[in-house]
């Protein structure tokens, strides 16, 4: 089945605690995205990887990194999380030709730094 | 950068009723436009898009037009059900340059029984 796999579903953590998202599509994309989702805000790219050790900041970027090392994984990466990163995160996923294809998403991490 | 206006924020219907959502988008350079549907704890779903070369698209129950020259998409959503209930966003993207696609705020769609 076509799908993108985040882990883990719920964190709740603490400030200052480094943590990593994971996501991973099984569709052989090129191209893979984060959004983050906050209520009234709609979704905001943090990052996107058009592909393999190809990455570039969307429009939150601040206090996130990625890595693209395989064409499957895009982790997400807090190294030193604090309480305004407490959102809803979401991977994606395009085919070729992403900039004008549907994206694939993963179901979600709800993500609680207190 | 791009901006994407969405309105209602929030939209009730009776079920049978008609639905209309609309978004303007500011960069004219935008040539691709989907719409995505997230029910309550759930992943978005494309669920129709249209490009900038066509005027209208129809799956079902569910259509959307485009307005180039007035820089607005709609989505329309006919005998709604209330199984439609959910969160609707639109997003514009240019396929030539930035890979940041734009998303409205969103619509709550309550459809009642």
């Known amino acids: 089945e076509a799908q993108v796999t985040q882990n883990p579903r719920y964190l709740i953590t603490v400030t200052g605690k480094k943590l990593t998202v994971t996501c991973s599509q099984n569709m052989n994309h090129e191209y893979m995205s984060w959004y983050r989702q906050d209520p009234g805000l709609g979704l905001r790219q943090i990052y996107y990887s058009m592909n393999v050790e190809v990455t570039d900041k969307g429009d939150v970027p601040e206090g996130y990194k990625v890595s693209r090392k395989e064409k499957r994984n895009f982790p997400l990466i807090l190294e030193s999380p604090s309480p305004n990163q407490t959102s809803l995160y979401f991977c994606a996923s395009s085919g070729q030709g992403f ?6 998403f993963g179901d979600g991490t709800r993500l609680s730094i207190l | ?3 994407v206006e969405q ?3 929030t939209l009730s219907v009776q079920e049978g009723d008609s639905a209309v959502i609309k978004c303007t988008y500011s960069d004219s350079a935008s040539n691709y436009f989907p719409w995505y549907k997230q029910e309550l ?5 494309l669920i129709i ?3 900038s070369n066509v005027g209208e698209k129809k799956d079902q129950r569910i259509a ?4 180039k020259t007035a820089k607005h998409f709609s989505l329309h959503i006919t005998e709604t059900q209330p199984e439609d209930s959910a969160v609707y966003f639109c997003a514009a993207l ?3 340059g930035s890979y940041i696609p734009t998303f409205g705020r969103g619509t709550s769609l309550i459809v009642h029984p």
């Open chain 1, 99 to 104: 900039s004008n294809q549907p994206q694939h």
């Open chain 2, 1 to 3: 950068g791009e901006n």
């Open chain 2, 7 to 9: 309105h209602p924020s």
């Open chain 2, 41 to 45: 704890g759930k992943r978005p779903q």
């Open chain 2, 49 to 51: 898009d249209i490009r």
């Open chain 2, 64 to 67: 959307v037009t485009l307005n």
């Open chain 2, 94 to 96: 240019y396929s030539g």
